[in-house]
């Protein structure tokens, strides 16, 4: 976009937190291990962004996963709580690390009328 003096990137990160399934190709969704207070890794990608779109909620889908929360291995029965301290890490990072007067950030996640997660949120 050179009349713009713009670069779009694209940056995978389908869980935003580290896990072994952030393979593009491989995502290893059925032994997925989520280190849910680990972003770093991720995040150093955003630090000078103009716009940040962020989208994860549809990864979370799954209804067990291992969390590794901190350096302990727990099978978790997800209904969001693995989503919620994700989210925690993520949140604390963007209020240190990202100028909000600089950076525009925009979050998508999955609407609640999917008729095929309906009970999901019960």
């Keep these: 976009m050179k009349d713009y003096n713009s670069t779009i990137n694209f940056y995978w990160s389908p869980l935003l937190v580290e896990s072994n399934c952030d393979e593009i190709i491989n995502h290893r969704i059925g032994s997925r291990i989520v280190r849910v207070k680990a972003i770093e890794k991720h995040a150093r990608h955003w630090t000078d962004a103009d716009i940040l779109v962020f989208d994860s909620f ?14 302990i ?24 690390h990202i100028n909000r007067t600089r950076t525009k950030m925009f979050f998508m996640g999955l609407s609640p009328h999917h008729s095929s997660y309906v009970n999901y949120f019960s």
Excluded: V
């Design 58 to 71: 549809a990864w979370w889908l799954e209804p067990k996963m291992t969390i590794l929360p901190d350096g």
């Design 73 to 96: 291995y727990k099978q978790a029965e997800m209904k969001l709580r693995g989503y919620e301290m994700a989210l925690n890490t993520w949140s604390d990072w963007l209020d240190i």
